[in-house]
């Protein structure tokens, strides 16, 4: 086969950047930004958002009792996703009779107020920072 007949292989392109690379630097920028994490006031961010759970929840007419709210609180204070177990972990400091249906019953009451979000992949529990607005999920 001639010079010219022959194949020659497709020149290999420039490596793509990886989507972790991509990723990487998406965080980098987040980590500089004003509302980035380390920048965030986090205890004022719990405080508002369990002021609006308790106007939301005053506007109902339905209680928000202290095992509830520091169930929500619990929730807020984690940057991830929390599991019904650890919260019943760190309730037990506040309520040391606090038993897995305790957690329960304020997790239901909570996403039925749309205080909160299951995460099903996770089977955990994220805040709803968009306290009473409706939700398709």
Same mark, same amino acid.
């Given at each position: 086969m001639s010079a010219a007949g022959k194949h020659r292989p497709a020149l290999a392109s420039a490596p793509a950047?990886?989507?972790?690379?991509?990723?990487?630097?998406?965080?980098?920028?987040?980590?500089?930004?004003?509302n980035a994490p380390s920048a965030h006031d986090h205890?004022?961010?719990?405080?508002?958002?369990?002021?609006?759970a308790e106007r939301l929840c005053a506007e109902?007419? *339905?209680?928000?009792?202290? *095992?509830?709210?520091? *169930?929500?609180?619990?929730?807020?204070?984690?940057h991830e996703a929390v599991k019904a177990y650890d919260l019943l972990e760190q309730l037990k400091t506040f309520d040391p009779a606090a038993k897995p249906t305790t957690v329960y019953r304020a997790l239901d009451f909570l996403r039925e107020q749309g205080l909160i979000h299951r995460v099903e992949s996770l089977n955990a529990f994220i805040g709803c920072s968009d306290v009473g607005h409706q939700h398709e999920l």
């Open positions: 950047e990886s989507p972790r690379a991509d990723s990487d630097a998406t965080t980098r920028q987040a980590a500089s930004a004003p205890d004022d961010c719990i405080h508002r958002a369990l002021a609006s109902r007419g *339905v209680r928000f009792t202290p *095992v509830r709210r520091r *169930v929500l609180e619990l929730i807020w204070r984690s």
